[in-house]
């Protein structure tokens, strides 16, 4: 339908995953990737979803082969850290809103995009029972405040500066990330 706006979402995957000691991305939840989990949140939401690689990224394009919507994206400097893996997905995006998100932040459910989108604001952050959490949702009006940060910054500090919106959802979901071997099991447990 025409006027509709184009919602893009860029995942954040480029990590040496070193805590856990293994690529994480390519860890299943169910019978599916940690990777493919993460998107799956997203994908009925978003015209079109980047995903920011770095370490080992063959094996993550490898892994999101044939995803409708999904573009692989190399970051060649994500040694400098995730901010630089934020800045090089902002830098294709086109589209109306977008959000950002970890890729080892696998079991958001779908209903947290769509609470976020329904707050007109620049930033909008989910928080569950008082603690804020992922993803971000963003108006691409702050696409060139975030590209013009020094690689060293970092993605919350940015958000920070500009000022964000927050929505309660009713989904412990929002922060559950996978750092350790230990929160992958968590994971799997809780997915199960």
């Not at 990777?35 to 995903?51: A, H, L, S």
């Amino acid at each position: 339908m025409a006027g509709e706006p184009y919602i893009e979402g860029v995942i954040l995957a480029a990590g040496a995953s070193s805590r856990a000691g293994t690529f994480k991305p390519a860890l299943l939840i169910g019978n599916r990737s940690m990777i493919v989990r993460c998107i799956e949140g997203m994908e009925e939401i978003c015209d079109r979803i980047i995903v920011v690689g770095g370490n080992e990224f063959d094996r993550l394009r490898s892994l999101l082969e044939g995803i409708p919507k999904v573009e692989c994206l190399e970051n060649s400097s994500w040694q400098k850290g995730m901010f630089t893996s934020v800045k090089a997905g902002l830098s294709l995006l086109k589209g109306d809103r977008f959000f950002v998100i970890p890729g080892d932040i696998p079991l958001v459910p779908s209903s947290v995009y769509r609470a976020l989108l329904e707050i007109e604001a620049e930033i909008v952050i989910p928080s569950f029972q008082g603690r804020n959490g992922h993803p971000v949702c963003c108006s691409r009006a702050v696409i060139p405040r975030i590209l013009c940060e020094p690689d060293e910054s970092s993605f919350r500090d940015v958000i920070r500066a500009i000022g964000f919106h927050t929505v309660h959802v009713d989904a412990e979901e929002i922060l559950i990330d996978v750092d350790t071997l230990e929160d992958y099991e968590f994971v799997r447990r809780r997915f199960a």
